[in-house]
């Protein structure tokens, strides 16, 4: 095949700049900083919980053995910290959570498994949930805040969607239905922790499952289910 002149005169196209390679020295640098990282976010939870929410940075930094100037290395302020801190309580929040409603199988089951292990956090964690309520006007943690709401919701969606379709009704109300509810039980549980838990979370949670589950399966009953369903159900939760 011929070349023509504009293949001759054609620059060549410019070579790609290589791919960086990372050597093994600068992984082992990157893991050992996360890695420290890591540690002093560890040591703002344990000064949290020997201080309580006002905790201040030269606290952090003598429960981590370490200077503010470190500290200061890792994080470019408190609130930089503080939004380290917010994720791994939210983190605790989501894995307390989300095994405990994946295990029922039962409506009103699902209901009360939801609402206990929430409280549980707060009655394990009251500190650290203290410390949420107490830094909620930053921006970042409200963000975290919102998102591990979303996280769980979405995941209580899933699972009450199932629970609808397995009694032959329609699965809509699942999404309002968890964002609802996980909405309830966290504003319930900010008053529980601000005041000290003045009611035990056996009782509470039964309060606040009975009153939920009133609303829920009153929509049950008043839907088009058919009757050897509605009795199967009804002998299921005997």
């Known amino acids: 095949?011929?070349?023509?002149?504009?293949?001759?005169?054609?620059?060549?196209?410019?070579?790609?700049?290589?791919?960086?390679?990372?050597?093994?020295r600068r992984d082992r640098w990157a893991d050992h900083r996360e890695?420290?990282?890591?540690?002093?976010?560890?040591?703002?939870?344990?000064?949290?919980?020997?201080?309580?929410?006002?905790?201040?940075?030269?606290?952090?930094?003598?429960?981590?053995?370490?200077?503010?100037?470190v500290l200061y290395r890792y994080f470019a302020d408190k609130a930089q910290l503080w939004l380290a801190v917010s994720e791994v309580v939210a983190a605790r929040v989501v894995d307390t959570i989300a095994p405990a409603v994946e295990q029922v199988r039962e409506e009103r089951a699902l209901v009360e498994a939801?609402?206990?292990?929430?409280?549980?956090?707060?009655?394990?964690?009251?500190t650290l949930y203290r410390f949420l309520?107490?830094?909620?006007?930053?921006?970042?943690?409200?963000?975290?805040v919102a998102g591990t709401s979303r996280q769980v919701a979405t995941g209580l969606a899933r699972v009450?969607?199932?629970?609808?379709?397995a009694l032959g009704l329609d699965a809509g109300p699942a999404e309002p239905w968890a964002y609802g509810l996980v909405?309830?039980?966290?504003?319930?549980?900010?008053?529980?922790?601000?005041?000290?838990?003045?009611i035990r979370r056996a009782a509470l949670t039964e309060y606040l499952a009975?009153?939920?589950?009133?609303?829920?399966?009153?929509?049950?009953?008043?839907?088009?289910?058919?009757?050897?369903?509605?009795?199967?159900?009804e002998r299921i939760e005997r």
């Open 183 to 198: 909405g309830f039980v966290q504003s319930v549980g900010d008053w529980w922790a601000t005041h000290g838990q003045p």
């Open 114 to 126: 939801t609402i206990d292990a929430y409280l549980s956090v707060i009655e394990s964690e009251p």
């Open 210 to 233: 009975t009153l939920l589950w009133s609303g829920i399966e009153g929509v049950r009953r008043g839907a088009d289910l058919p009757h050897e369903l509605t009795r199967a159900h």
């Open 133 to 144: 309520l107490h830094e909620a006007g930053h921006p970042g943690i409200q963000q975290v």
């Open 35 to 69: 890695q420290r990282r890591q540690e002093l976010i560890g040591a703002a939870v344990q000064a949290l919980l020997r201080h309580g929410p006002t905790v201040d940075m030269d606290q952090v930094a003598a429960t981590a053995g370490v200077s503010k100037p």
């Open 160 to 165: 009450i969607g199932d629970r609808l379709r």
């Open 1 to 24: 095949m011929r070349r023509t002149s504009t293949d001759v005169n054609a620059p060549d196209s410019p070579p790609e700049p290589p791919t960086p390679r990372r050597t093994g």
